[in-house]
């Protein structure tokens, strides 16, 4: 068995290990910064990250890149050979590296949140221990870099969306919209520690795109119901995070928050931009957000039409329901 095939071999579930006298973190920790090395392709890097943290398939990694899954298997076979080639050590970086590597860290954490979160396949939308995972990697990124504002970011924002995780879906497996949720059953706690690891990182005056996502959660959770919900505040940082993270599934979800302000015909108008250059082709929330818009602005029949094409994309059962 050669180096990169023992990095795959960490699966192995253990009682996590608290950060020791010298700082050093667990055994999970040290294999995402293994995954998340320089020397491997960052594509590659999150790819690396999904397989050994999460478990997935080649076909399930294929589907959150949304590419073909022979792009996937090249890019998990070359991560591998790279492992072995430049023997890269199964160590978390010293001190001073730490930053250089935060970005690629930072971000196959949050994929491996987001598989948690919004399970690619399989019966459940959730899968709380991939969530949880997570969420406890983050917290000891905080500890490992505590005056780094983006790592507290995304334990923030990953908080403030598990605690709504409970409410999320039905009695009979049917995933519930946000304004639909039962606010009186979010976690109180998470929401808590959320919202402290965001004022944190915002005192920092170093902003970044983990704080901005953390900050429209922010605004859902702080509404007393959906209605009260700061619509024009939550358009504007999706603006300042457009700026930073110029992509289709960002400008996609700007397109509600641009809806709930000046209307469900302008948010359409985001959409068709957004459909018109086809990154999105076979991504199931974009005919679905088509519909919702369609259905708010009373066009029942054309909602159906793209309500359909959503179920036929969407590969969780509880997405479908």
């Not at 000891?140 to 908080?159: F, N, T």
Request: hydrophobic share 45%.
């Amino acid at each position: 068995m050669d180096d990169g095939d023992l990095i795959l071999e960490q699966l192995a579930v253990e009682d996590p290990e608290p950060i020791d006298a010298g700082g050093l973190p667990d055994d999970r920790l040290r294999l995402i910064f293994t995954c998340c090395h320089p020397a491997i392709a960052e594509p590659a890097q999150t790819a690396l990250a999904l397989r050994t943290l999460c478990g997935l398939s080649t076909r399930e990694i294929a589907r959150a890149f949304l590419e073909p899954e022979a792009t996937t298997a090249q890019r998990l076979v070359r991560a591998k050979k790279k492992i072995s080639e430049a023997r890269i050590p199964y160590v978390v970086p010293s001190h001073e590296e730490l930053p250089d590597r935060l970005a690629a860290v930072l971000a196959a954490i949050y994929l491996v949140f987001n598989e948690g979160y919004s399970a690619t396949e399989g019966a459940s939308l959730v899968r709380p221990d991939l969530s949880s995972e997570a969420i406890r990697l983050a917290r000891l990124l905080v500890q490992l870099l505590p005056d780094q504002p983006e790592a507290l970011g995304l334990l923030a924002l990953m908080l403030l969306h598990d605690a709504r995780r409970d409410t999320r879906v039905a009695a009979d497996g049917a995933l519930v919209p946000l304004e639909e949720q039962d606010r009186s059953r979010w976690e109180r706690t998470k929401i808590t520690e959320g919202l402290d690891a965001l004022d944190r990182a915002i005192a920092m005056h170093r902003r970044g795109p983990y704080q901005v996502q953390a900050a429209i959660a922010a605004l859902h959770v702080k509404a007393g119901n959906a209605a009260s919900t700061d619509w024009v505040q939550i358009a504007v940082l999706y603006g300042a995070l457009y700026a930073m993270m110029p992509t289709a599934i960002v400008e996609l979800n700007a397109a509600t928050a641009v809806a709930m302000v000046d209307g469900p015909e302008k948010g359409l108008e985001w959409i068709d931009r957004v459909e018109a250059r086809g990154e999105l082709g076979d991504y199931h929330l974009l005919p679905a957000a088509r519909a919702d818009l369609l259905r708010r602005a009373g066009r029942g029949g054309a909602a159906a039409t793209h309500y359909r094409r959503a179920i036929d994309l969407a590969r969780n059962p509880a997405e479908r329901l």
